[in-house]
């Protein structure tokens, strides 16, 4: 079944209650097992949206990398735009809009730097290319030109050629633990099936919303 079909029966079954897990982390798996199932690009691109010391929200799409009982968990470096917002503000959201399937998944909470031993581990499985790019750009600062980007990139791979390149100290993860998250599902005349669950004294509950 392509995308188009798998969205339009998506749509015309719905969601009820009854059919939703209780947790929403396990309802998460549920829909983010079906959206790599329908071989969408990037299933898991995600908007975060971090505000900064002028009350000023920002966003950007990072990828999801791992997510269990925690949160969702990415990675970047922490001296970017973001890592500085989330440094002052760790609240922040999350949005996976999977339009090809009539789907999004709203998450909010706070973000937590992971352990240093969590990011070598993902660090060590990323491609060569992005470990060398990692060390190569200051993420968030002015580049006058492509070419020194380009420049240093090759000081680095004549650097680190034949070894294993180190994880750098300002390359990490965060995880978001969420306090609330929305499953929602489009249906015909902008009739769309939302469901809130919201973490209450560490017990979650889940209540339907209107479109």
């Known amino acids: 079944m392509n995308t188009d079909d798998l969205r339009?029966?998506?749509m015309a079954q719905g969601v009820t209650q009854n059919e939703l897990q209780a947790n929403p982390l396990k309802q998460f798996e549920n829909w983010y097992s079906q959206t790599i199932a329908s071989n969408i690009y990037e299933p898991g691109a995600m908007s975060l949206a971090t505000v900064d010391s002028d009350g000023q929200p920002w966003q950007r799409i990072v990828l999801l990398k791992l997510f269990d009982e925690k949160g969702f968990v990415f990675f970047t470096n922490y001296e970017s735009r973001k890592?500085?917002?989330m440094a002052a503000n760790k609240k922040v959201s999350?949005?996976?809009p999977w339009h090809a399937l009539g789907r999004q998944v709203k998450i909010t909470g706070?973000?937590?730097?992971?352990?240093?031993?969590?990011?070598?581990?993902?660090?060590?499985?990323?491609p060569r290319g992005s470990q060398i790019g990692a060390w190569a750009s200051l993420q968030s600062e002015p580049l006058d030109s492509r070419e020194?980007?380009?420049r240093r990139v090759q000081d680095l791979e004549?650097?680190?050629?034949?070894?294993e390149v180190p994880r750098p100290a300002h390359w990490t993860g965060y995880v978001l633990s969420?306090?609330?998250?929305?499953?929602?599902?489009?249906?015909?005349f902008r009739l769309h099936?939302?469901?809130l669950y919201t973490l209450e004294r560490g017990n979650w509950t889940m209540q339907r919303l209107n479109p």
């Open 8 to 10: 339009q029966q998506l």
């Open 83 to 85: 890592a500085q917002h």
């Open 94 to 96: 999350l949005l996976f």
């Open 110 to 126: 706070q973000a937590e730097k992971v352990s240093s031993a969590e990011s070598l581990k993902y660090f060590s499985t990323r």
């Open 148 to 150: 020194s980007l380009i």
């Open 158 to 163: 004549d650097k680190y050629e034949d070894v």
């Open 178 to 188: 969420p306090e609330a998250v929305e499953f929602w599902t489009q249906r015909e």
């Open 193 to 195: 099936d939302r469901f």
